[in-house]
């Protein structure tokens, strides 16, 4: 049972979470605008000119995105990873299949996305089914990481309960060595996916709050993209 000073504590703290929490603001400085009866019939070479504004304004890491999947309890499950290419196929990004993450799609192989740029007040999502890669491509995959990136691949165990930080310590120094040791090294779960989608939205928020959604769907992959705006 908590004694009154941890209640006062408690109330302290959650009275300067809200006071900062109501004084945060959003998108300051000038925006682009977005007409979207400029944008191309397929939803791919406008997300790649967004990403490369982004790049140009210096939006930190804007490669990462929120990768939502449904758990096998039928619950949303949500985190952030990155990207590893955009292209006519679809949306790629890579993790272990025996992580939470690939055992959830493996079980409901359909996902979204949602990329967010505040440094240009935009958002992307993405939603679609998703398919994992062949051997060949994974394996390439992480043959193009960096020594860091391998290391933790080699690491193993993603999302298996950890005993102790010393646990995890050993086996990342010996990841680590191997990886320097072989960059070809091979992990044997690690899986490269591909998210087809049949839904992209483009968001381009406004000061005044008139932001502009334009959304594209499809029926089929390889059928045409809709266009349609939505309101804000």
């Known amino acids: 049972m908590a004694d009154s000073t941890d209640t006062q504590v408690t109330t302290d703290t959650h009275t300067a979470f809200t006071n900062a929490l109501h004084t945060q603001r959003v998108w300051t400085g000038e925006l682009p605008t977005f007409d979207p009866g400029t944008a191309p019939a397929d939803p791919t070479p406008l997300f790649h000119d967004w990403f490369l504004a982004a790049v140009t304004a210096a939006q930190p890491e804007p490669h990462t995105m929120t990768l939502a999947t449904t758990g096998t309890d039928g619950l949303p499950d949500a985190r952030v990873v990155m990207l590893h290419d955009a292209d006519s196929t679809g949306w790629h990004f890579a993790s272990h299949a025996t992580s939470t993450k690939g055992r959830q799609l493996a079980a409901h192989p359909a996902a979204a996305l949602c990329f967010y740029w505040p440094a ?8 679609g089914t998703v398919a994992p890669a062949s051997a060949e491509e994974s394996r390439a995959d992480l043959a193009a990481r960096t020594r860091g990136a391998l290391a933790a691949a080699l690491t193993g165990h993603q999302s298996e309960p950890l005993d102790s930080a010393e646990d995890l310590a050993r086996a990342a120094d010996a990841a680590w060595e191997r990886a320097g040791a072989e960059p070809d090294a091979v992990s044997p779960t690690w899986t490269r996916y591909v998210l087809t989608p049949h839904e992209v939205e483009f ?18 992959p390889g059928t045409a993209w809709t266009r349609g705006l939505l309101w804000p």
């Open 120 to 127: 240009l007040a935009r958002q992307v999502r993405v939603r």
């Open 203 to 220: 968001f381009q928020g406004d000061p005044a709050r008139r932001h502009v959604r334009l959304r594209y769907t499809r029926t089929a």
